[in-house]
């Protein structure tokens, strides 16, 4: 969960920033001290250098006053990060493995206050606080899937305990691997590559994300299937969380179910299926902050600065 540095006072004159560093973007968005609200996002290649990174990352903040002069900074990303402020495990992005994130965002933002949690737990704080629901399910669905849970309104399993990783509940022990080294985690199966990558595997052919559309508008077989597959494990996934923790809700969210409509409406039918006597599942909504969530999640952690 968050870990805190700088002062803790922050002054009205100045702002506060979310900053969402994914596997393929970052996305930022700011609220100055004077009321404006500026958003910007920049994408970048996989595998790529740390210091590269940062370097991009540092010319971007530079060029907007108001990302580099921010007073509270909240940062959302899929990475693990361990003892001394190190990142221990960032599968999309493993040039970053060993950094120290804690310094880094400091030189990033100097004389900022700055704070870090997982995206998904992030993006389950926001989706809450949209909602107004005390008791939620977050699963995102991107370059990843992440998600997060909030019970009675403050983040599971909380301070110190870790992420809610359910991109990494495993769904199927004999499925796909995964880049975590086990067989059969959501993420394997249901992120956006993976069911792109099912999707080129049934049609014998690339598949990009608009084909994938296209073909799910033509209701071609192969594009059908692989979003079946998709929405199998998402609802797999739900079900056993909701018999666990019995959530109020279930929220879809991430980029690529923004991205595909139908992907909403198919778990829906997989989750009503795995319903049991006296015990439904969860009921399943879209993300009211959209692909935002995470980023929207950060902007909060940084007004509790």
């Not at 084909?211 to 998402?234: H, I, K, N, Y």
Request: net charge neutral; proline share 8%; glycine share 16%.
């Amino acid at each position: 969960m968050p870990r805190r540095t700088g002062g803790l006072t922050v002054r009205a004159s100045r702002g506060r920033l979310g900053v969402d560093i994914g596997g393929t973007k970052v996305a930022f968005r700011a609220e100055t001290g004077d009321g404006r609200v500026e958003e910007s996002v920049f994408t970048w290649g996989p595998h790529r250098d740390a210091g590269r990174d940062l370097a991009e990352l540092a010319a971007h903040v530079k060029e907007r006053p108001a990302l580099a002069e921010a007073a509270a900074v909240g940062v959302a990303l899929p990475a693990t990060v361990g003892p001394g402020e190190r990142i221990t495990a960032w599968p999309s992005r493993p040039a970053w493995t060993g950094l120290a994130l804690g310094p880094a965002l400091r030189e990033l933002f100097p004389g900022a206050a700055v704070a870090w949690a997982d995206d998904g737990d992030l993006g389950a704080l926001a989706e809450a606080d949209a909602a107004d629901c005390p008791h939620l399910l977050y699963v995102g669905v991107g370059t990843g899937v992440g998600g997060g849970f909030v019970l009675d309104g403050d983040l599971c399993p909380g301070p110190g305990r870790g992420s809610f990783e359910i991109g990494h509940l495993v769904v199927g022990q004999d499925g796909p691997e995964c880049v975590c080294g086990r067989r059969g985690c959501l993420q394997a199966t249901a992120s956006g590559p993976a069911t792109l990558a099912h999707a080129a595997r049934l049609r014998g052919a690339p598949v990009t994300f608009d084909a994938l559309r296209d073909g799910l508008r033509d209701r071609q077989p192969w594009a059908e299937a692989a979003l079946d597959r998709t929405a199998r494990a998402l609802a797999t996934a739900v079900a056993g969380v909701g018999e666990l923790l019995h959530p109020e809700r279930a929220v879809l969210g991430g980029g690529f179910a923004a991205g595909i409509p139908a992907l909403l409406d198919t778990v829906s039918a997989h989750l009503a299926a795995l319903d049991r006597p006296g015990h439904p599942t969860p009921p399943l909504t879209p993300a009211h902050l959209g692909g935002l969530s995470s980023l929207r999640g950060a902007l909060l952690l940084s007004h509790r600065l």
